[in-house]
């Protein structure tokens, strides 16, 4: 009930109800419709929803997003390009966020597939503790592509 009511537990009527939120100019709103009786509180409206968005609002601010970090190969990258890669890789995804890692092939590359698969699969091995492999190795057009996701932290 309002907060002129000392008692805020009240059986009244309905249309009792309706005449008592209209002299307080508030609204009369159906909490539990199921209960007998039903239950009603007479507050402002408008201002509860203003104040259910606000919290809604401050609910997503508060979850974690997860973004997608990506990093590049080629098919005959160097040992110290891999490891540079890799440690990046790493701080990522004790950050929280996902990895794709590809391998570019350009022009006649492509006749390497197998080099850029094994790096992919090298790498994902190199990152066992970090993160689990979601998408294996893929080809798509000129791209091999693989996906990392974090592991949760006990």
Avoid: W
Wanted: contains cysteine; glycine residues 4%; proline residues 4%.
């Amino acid at each position: 009930m309002g907060d002129n009511i000392q008692d805020n537990n009240l059986v009244m009527s309905r249309e009792e109800a309706l005449q008592l939120a209209e002299e307080m100019e508030l609204d009369l709103v159906e909490i539990s419709p199921d209960a007998v009786p039903p239950v009603c509180k007479i507050i402002d409206y408008q201002k509860f929803l203003y104040q259910l968005k606000k919290k809604l609002k401050e609910q997503k601010a508060k979850t974690a997003k997860t973004q997608v970090k990506e990093i590049r190969f080629g098919p005959q990258t160097d040992d110290h390009d891999f490891e540079f890669k890799l440690n990046h890789a790493k701080k990522f995804l004790t950050d929280g966020d996902k990895v794709r890692a590809y391998v570019f092939f350009k022009g006649r590359q492509i006749l390497f597939k197998e080099q850029g698969e094994i790096l992919l699969l090298k790498f994902a091995d190199q990152l066992e503790e970090f993160g689990r492999v979601d998408q294996m190795p893929l080809l798509e057009g000129k791209k091999m592509t693989i996906l990392i996701t974090p592991v949760k932290k006990k």
